[in-house]
């Protein structure tokens, strides 16, 4: 089961080393048995490549940020969940990183390379006849994940359960791939939206794009996915306002016209009607088409935010 919300983590890979070495891998409910194998030592260790869904985002990074200002206090399993540099502390090092994977800038964490997997597992079972709990160790960039031992086993052992946890998901929303979606709050009415004010100095050589949030309650996240004709516009830096300085930025080009960015911050970024971004571009013709630029997705806290284009003017 997860570690928040009591959700079946299914595609557990669950390796038991004894006699002989058995697999089986957890079904939807988050069940797995093996049945058959003899008497004797036995290890079980769960293990889970990928399946982040929408499980870690910029808001993740927030909550780092705060916890690290003493702003949030985290539970045992999120301090494990935030610790994705596996150096044993959180740090602001810690968020980076968060975005970094966010924008596709890393495609994994170092504390998942040091744990041989992309989530941790921390032993729950029920107690049974010769058994030992090995509890999850993460520091200095070492990694002993969680198992359960049993030496020898006897007979049958029921209810060896493990609670789940995926690196980088401190505020505990993964859901799986089929409801992966669901995880990103809708958009409502009177929540936040992000407006993008139209590009200027595109005749110039270089060009710039404002992107503002009108939100009705402060926010400390958020998320963007450009798109952009790169035969006429090439990225050159994403930036904030000095009024964010303590925020946390990262942005990623894939070289083909698509851009993701993301920011966090442990206190608000901008304020209703604030320019909370400004991204960089060179033009490489001298035509003020050459700005035009969609935005293919938007978050603020993790809730979709609709999109409103300004292309005669600046929003305010």
């Known amino acids: 089961m997860y570690y928040t919300g009591d959700r079946a983590v299914p595609g557990v890979e669950v390796a038991l080393t004894g006699p002989v070495n058995q697999m089986a891998e957890t079904g939807a409910a988050g069940e797995y048995a093996v049945v058959g194998i003899p008497e004797g030592t036995w290890a079980v260790e769960p293990g889970k490549v990928g399946d982040w869904g929408n499980g870690v985002s910029s808001?993740?990074?927030?909550?780092?940020?705060?916890?690290?200002?003493?702003?949030?206090?985290?539970?045992?399993?999120?301090?494990?969940?935030?610790?994705?540099?596996?150096?044993g502390q959180i740090s602001s090092l810690d968020a980076a990183r968060i975005l970094q994977l966010s924008v596709g800038l890393i495609p994994r964490f170092a504390v998942a390379d040091a744990c041989g997997s992309d989530w941790l597992f921390l032993p729950n079972p029920a107690q049974v006849q010769n058994q030992l709990?090995?509890?999850?160790?993460?520091?200095?960039?070492?990694?002993?994940?969680?198992?359960?031992?049993?030496?020898?086993?006897?007979?049958?052992?029921?209810?060896?359960?493990?609670?789940?946890?995926?690196?980088?998901?401190?505020?505990?929303?993964?859901?799986?791939?089929?409801?992966?979606?669901?995880?990103?709050?809708?958009?409502?009415?009177?929540?936040?939206?992000?407006?993008?004010?139209r590009m200027h100095g595109a005749r110039r050589g270089h060009a710039r794009v404002r992107l503002y949030v009108r939100s009705g309650k402060p926010f400390q996240s958020f998320e963007v996915r450009l798109a952009y004709d790169p035969a006429q516009l090439e990225l050159r830096g994403v930036r904030m306002p000095r009024s964010t300085r303590n925020a946390l930025?990262?942005?990623?080009?894939?070289?083909?016209?698509?851009?993701?960015?993301?920011?966090?911050?442990?206190?608000?970024?901008?304020?209703?009607?604030?320019?909370?971004?400004?991204?960089?571009?060179?033009?490489?013709?001298?035509?003020?088409?050459?700005?035009?630029i969609r935005v293919l997705h938007s978050t603020v806290d993790e809730q979709s935010a609709p999109v409103v284009y300004h292309p005669r003017g600046t929003a305010r």
């Open 59 to 87: 808001l993740d990074a927030a909550y780092v940020l705060q916890a690290v200002a003493n702003l949030r206090t985290f539970s045992d399993a999120q301090a494990f969940a935030c610790d994705v540099t596996g150096n």
């Open 133 to 197: 709990v090995i509890q999850p160790q993460i520091s200095g960039g070492t990694c002993q994940p969680g198992g359960i031992a049993l030496n020898p086993l006897v007979g049958q052992a029921d209810a060896q359960d493990f609670r789940a946890l995926l690196f980088g998901d401190c505020t505990g929303n993964w859901r799986p791939s089929s409801g992966a979606a669901a995880s990103f709050q809708k958009a409502a009415a009177g929540g936040p939206q992000l407006h993008v004010a």
């Open 249 to 292: 930025v990262r942005h990623h080009t894939d070289g083909y016209g698509h851009a993701a960015i993301a920011a966090a911050s442990a206190g608000p970024l901008g304020n209703h009607r604030g320019a909370v971004l400004v991204v960089d571009f060179a033009t490489f013709e001298r035509s003020r088409e050459a700005g035009a």
